[in-house]
């Protein structure tokens, strides 16, 4: 009979490598998010999240810590998660059918130059898929979090972090590790004090710009 533990070890050994495996090919990419978010949210943009079950809770706890807060005080920025709108989702559920549960939000919030993240354990959930193609046709920057390539839905995205772990509990954990680096990253390009000239004498355009040529 195998010991009570084991299960517990193999647990915590699958998430060491993943996280190994994360900080090793994809902290830079965690972090440019982090700082293109930075640019982005303070100006006006909007970041929409979206998963299905468990991967639906790390977004939720994403744009929380975006509305509300990381670490320190800052001002709230604009970030929903798609899931959480219930009476939208089950009448687009009800009349367009589940694969269009968030495509139809993304074309309704959605601007040219907001971010959409998905987070999917196996990259194959197709209102994702279609969310993505929504988002793209709009001018969004789409991002995912996934678990191993290939998949379908890290060729649908502009940029992927790929969790490689055939576990979905691992994977899952990881994502969690990755919004924080991700938060990590937005609040400290959010407080960085503004280069010169100062920002209140930029314009609002020159500023955007300024930004984006940073990233």
Known sequence: MNHPLDAAHHHCQSLQDAVQHLRRRHLRRIAEWGNHLGAVLPVGGRLLAAGNGGSAA????????????YHHDRPAYSAISLHAETSSLTAIGNDYGFEQVYARQVAAHGRPGDVLLLLSTSGRSGNLLAAAETARDAELRVWALTGPRPNPLADAVDEAVCVDSPSSATVQEAHLIAVHILCEHFDA???????APAAADVPLEAAVVERDGAL
């Open 189 to 195: 390009v959010s407080a960085a004090p503004p280069s």
């Open 58 to 69: 790390q977004a939720q706890h994403l744009t929380a810590e975006l509305v509300g807060r």
